[in-house]
């Protein structure tokens, strides 16, 4: 089994709609969970940063995490066709040491004008 | 501010051969992490340096080997390439080397390997 699991796609979506994203991890010693947007033939861009459990919004876009359910989702409300993209989920946990990430596998977002 | 930059940005060898990657980080930044993407899937972690020491190190094998300089532009070398050493290699950087930091991400190196 791998630490982090991510819903296969691809996902294609109408303009306006509401998409969820969702990663599973077995590793319970994660507690920094991040969502990365990768354009094709790009670096990933950080879109949320979480620490530990909880929800936190930034514009149209809704990370949640339950570190009980070891269960994160991304939420993108009124989605445009600039969203069209791969989205990573990604998590590390605290070593002090360093900042390894663990990536989910991706899955692409295609949003339909 | 300019981002991460890294080159060459596409390169072609043949199994058997030698490739160094480079990277220079944020103005700032003191750590630099590599990973290697392959086609279809998330980046996996490889090294990271923190101040010119090794932080980290994913499960690849030694043919891959890293340094990271005074400036704290970093290199990336793999030795006798396979054809799975094919992907892109993406060069992250960040203020500290421990988790509090964002990974801010250069665009890759598009490595083919035939």
């Known amino acids: 089994q791998k630490e982090v699991e991510q819903d296969p796609g691809p996902l294609s979506v109408p303009e306006g709609a509401i998409v969820s994203l969702n990663c599973t991890y077995s590793?319970?010693?994660?507690?920094?969970f991040m969502w990365y947007r990768q354009y094709s033939r790009k670096g990933p861009e950080l879109l949320m940063y979480?620490?530990?459990?909880g929800n936190k919004e930034d514009g149209r876009f809704t990370a949640q995490v339950d570190k009980s359910s070891k269960y994160i989702s991304l939420f993108i409300r009124d989605s445009q066709p600039s969203d069209s993209a791969t989205y990573l989920c990604?998590?590390?946990?605290?070593?002090?040491?360093?900042?390894?990430?663990?990536f989910g596998k991706g899955i692409t977002l295609s949003v339909r004008p | 501010d300019a981002g991460v930059t890294q080159s060459p940005t596409h390169l072609i060898k043949t199994r058997g051969q030698h490739v160094t990657l480079r990277c220079s980080p944020i103005?700032?930044?003191?750590?630099v992490s590599w990973y290697q993407q392959v086609l279809g899937q998330g980046p996996q972690f490889i090294f990271q340096?923190?101040?010119?020491?090794?932080?980290g190190r994913g499960n690849f094998p030694d043919r891959f080997s890293a340094r990271q300089f005074p400036n704290y532009s970093s290199e990336l070398n793999v030795n006798a390439l396979l054809l799975g050493d094919s992907a892109l290699y993406l060069c992250?950087?960040?203020?500290?080397?421990?988790?509090?930091?964002?990974?801010?991400f250069g665009e890759g190196s598009r490595l083919t390997v035939l």
């Open positions: 992250a950087s960040s203020l500290t080397g421990g988790n509090t930091g964002e990974l801010f």
């Open positions: 340096y923190y101040e010119k020491e090794e932080r």
């Open positions: 979480t620490y530990s459990s």
């Open positions: 590793n319970s010693a994660f507690q920094y």
């Open positions: 990604a998590m590390s946990a605290y070593t002090g040491a360093n900042s390894k990430l663990t």
């Open positions: 103005s700032g930044h003191k750590s």
